[in-house]
């Protein structure tokens, strides 16, 4: 069975990066043809599609993130990673890595953008 | 993007009540929807995927089902475990989307 589990710093300073790693067991991510996304939820609120990535490496963003969301994939360590760049207040929220397909996801992880 | 309007926004029942909720989207979405449960604390659960499929070790008490572009999840008797928040979800264009959620209390 999959195991998805998101790690990355709890806190980041506003206008900095965002990074975010997926580590995945139980599959192997370059040899099955799923897309992994990236979805988050702030505090009381819904969830937040931020994009999709095969591990061919073609990716799909959403638009109102595009220009600051990177995704990629390193089939070594069997791990997806997120980068979303000029952090603010608005981007403080809990984040789930999702096989797609299957409906498999992260506990998530709680990160707070504050100084 | 394709809008997910979900009704109610919260529900109050009792155990064994039938309850409902809906999902309208606002065009053809080909039937590519999950429905989710999540409580509080953790991680959506996948229930329903393609609008009617239940999803393994889901109880029978959960349905989906579809009328063009609306959307139901039906829990026959709802059971004090069933408390949560409860999500749509399209898949069939980009970017997916969720309706706003429907928080159930007992």
């Known amino acids: 069975q999959v195991h998805l589990q998101e790690s990355g710093p709890g806190l980041v300073k506003p206008s900095q990066t965002l990074s975010l790693n997926c580590t995945v067991s139980g599959d192997s991510i370059s040899s099955t043809s799923y897309y992994w996304s990236w979805i988050r939820q702030p505090a009381g609120r819904g969830l937040e599609w931020i994009g999709r990535?095969?591990?061919?490496?073609?990716?799909n963003y959403n638009p109102s993130l595009k220009n600051r969301v990177t995704m990629s994939v390193d089939t070594s360590k069997n791990q997806l990673s997120l980068k979303l760049s000029s952090v603010t207040a608005a981007d403080t929220a809990v984040y789930f890595c999702?096989?797609?397909?299957?409906?498999?996801w992260g506990q998530g992880t709680q990160v707070t953008v504050s100084s | 993007d394709i809008q997910m309007t979900q009704s109610p926004s919260s529900l109050s029942a009792s155990v064994g009540d039938r309850i409902t909720i809906t999902c309208q989207a606002s065009q053809d979405i080909n039937y590519r929807l999950n429905w989710y449960q999540q409580k509080v604390g953790k991680a959506p659960r996948r229930l329903i995927a393609d609008a009617s499929t239940l999803e393994t070790g889901v109880s029978s008490r959960f349905s989906g089902s579809e009328s063009e572009t609306e959307f139901t999840l039906t829990i026959s008797s709802l059971q004090p475990e069933d408390i949560g928040t409860y999500y749509c979800?399209?898949?069939?264009?980009?970017?997916?989307?969720f309706g706003g959620g429907t928080k159930v209390e007992i």
């Open positions: 990535i095969y591990p061919t490496g073609t990716t």
């Open positions: 979800q399209q898949f069939d264009s980009l970017p997916v989307t």
């Open positions: 999702v096989r797609t397909a299957t409906g498999s």
